[in-house]
């Protein structure tokens, strides 16, 4: 139908338009420039800035290079930093009103906040310019701004709909189950081993608690029952190796409430109790669910581009472009 039409109006400009514009455009008179494709709306994200409670107009991949340049760090590989591109493009269309998107639930005016527990973080260009050392600003802007153009206007899809991209620092192994940490399951969000996060200085961290601390962190007045070798912890784990309760006596916490209280990097953890404590050793930082920033750059370093890099992270995805092509 597109086809029959578009070959009927070429018809009707030949005959109507241009023929006459022909016979009467004099020797030397240049015809009008022909149209572009600036059809492609100027999309702008709409960012309230927790700072200062303002809210900001940000074009879309002005926006995506203040993401970028807050959320990872500059010096990761080029790869990961186009893949890290395209999820902070992606995590703004999915949100943005334009697209049918909801805008930040917490500050509805919005479409997303800079709170990077929230939405994603941003800072404005010059303020990430003054964020880096001197020697190092305009090296680190031209990579990131690089990584964006690259991948100009490209998103991530499941089944046509755009996706929630979610990522975190480091897995510490394994990715989680959305389902697992959020009750929520997506099947583009499914935990998958990751054996490129162990340089990330939050692969391994190991912490001590004696157990009057631990009483006191986890609200229990009891402490003696506790620490009797007969009353050992009981620990269950999901598939992916994270924490999904620990019971104790005849108490219960969730692997999210045992993080949060005890201020733990992430519940992918193994468990050592001793005389007077315990020691937790952790692995990874943050939710573990989706794309493992850490995991991203031994990636790339290893020699995979940034759609394999999207497309092993977050199952099933296609990374298609805003407009078409
Ligand atoms: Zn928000
Ligand atoms: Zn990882």
Partial sequence: MR?????????????????????????????PEPPTLASVPRLEVCVFRTATGQ??????????????????????????????????????????RYFGGQGCERHPQADVCDDPNHCQGWLPTQALLDRWPSHEAARNLSRLAEAVAATRGLILTYR????????????????????SVWGRAEPYLVGVPCAWDRHSPHYRTERRFRYQELAALLGEPAVPVWASSDTTPALAA?????????????????????????????????????????????YGSGHGVGLCQYGADGLARAGYDFRQILQYYYQGVQVVPLFGE
């Fill in 238 to 282: 999901d598939r992916s190796g994270r924490l999904m309760f620990l019971r104790w006596g005849d108490r219960t916490w969730s692997g999210t409430q045992l993080r949060q209280l005890l201020e733990l990097p992430s519940t992918r953890l193994v468990w050592r109790a001793e005389e007077d404590g315990v020691v937790i050793i952790t």
């Fill in 55 to 96: 809210l900001v107009r940000v074009e879309l991949e002005e926006y995506v290079l203040g993401v970028l340049g807050t959320e990872m760090p500059a010096n990761f590989a080029m790869e990961a930093l186009k893949a890290q591109a395209v999820a902070a493009r992606t995590y703004a269309c999915r949100r943005l």
């Fill in 3 to 31: 086809a029959y039409l578009a070959a009927v109006g070429g018809f009707v400009f030949l005959t109507v338009v241009l023929l006459p514009t022909l016979l009467v455009l004099p020797q030397g008179t240049t015809p």
């Fill in 160 to 179: 046509g709909l755009i996706i929630d991209p979610v990522y975190h620092s480091t897995c510490g192994g394994h990715t989680a189950d959305s389902s």
